[in-house]
């Protein structure tokens, strides 16, 4: 059996932790005096929680010192973790451990590659940090997506060439990433937003097993 290596985004893929981020960044935007919607927090999937704070002072025209940026980082991370912390199994999204449990059953590498710092303990509190072969995310790289650097060290851990990776994002930056990495990009969300991914699924419950296999041959 072939072996390649299947890179999973985390926010948005194997978790719905988005709508944690918005309820975070909310607030902040709230305090700062920024407007800050729904159509707005799209634009932040896949983006740094650096860059995110960046783009709403921007939406707002708002300055700020470095030291009020430090705070309110400090402060939007601290509400995400009190939601982080009460997450368990039930919050991994359809049929993800079935595509996890099966990749791991046919013998496939299996690779986390997200943005977020609180990659780690988010796997951990939802129970699935066995499934990883390696594990990259924001404290191992410098270079947001839609640069390819957390795909390529990804792929460069389980000593995978490029073109054998298959990488799940719900992010535009991510498939972007992908894309420029020279990796199959799949789309986990609305295809006409994914629309540079190669392949759109609306969820994992629409990946059927027949197309994993598929992947891995080809
Ligand atoms: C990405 C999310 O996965 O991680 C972004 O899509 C988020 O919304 C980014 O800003 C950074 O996450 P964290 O947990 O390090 O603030
Ligand atoms: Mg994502």
Known sequence: MNKKTFIFDLDGVIVDTAKYHFLAWQNLAKQIGVNFTHEDNEQL??????????LILGWGNKTATEEEKERWLHQKNEEYLAF?????????????????QFLKLNNQNVVLGSASKNARPILEKVNIMHYFDAIVDGNDVSKAKPDPEVFLVGAAKVNAINKNCIVFEDSVAGIQAANSAKM???????QNVLNEAEYCFIDFTKISNEFLLEQIKN
């Open 45 to 54: 999937k896949g983006v740094s929680r650096v860059q995110s704070l960046e």
């Open 84 to 100: 982080i912390n009460k997450m368990d199994e039930s919050e991994i999204l359809p049929d993800v451990e079935r595509v996890l």
């Open 184 to 190: 199959t990009s799949i789309g986990i969300g609305e």
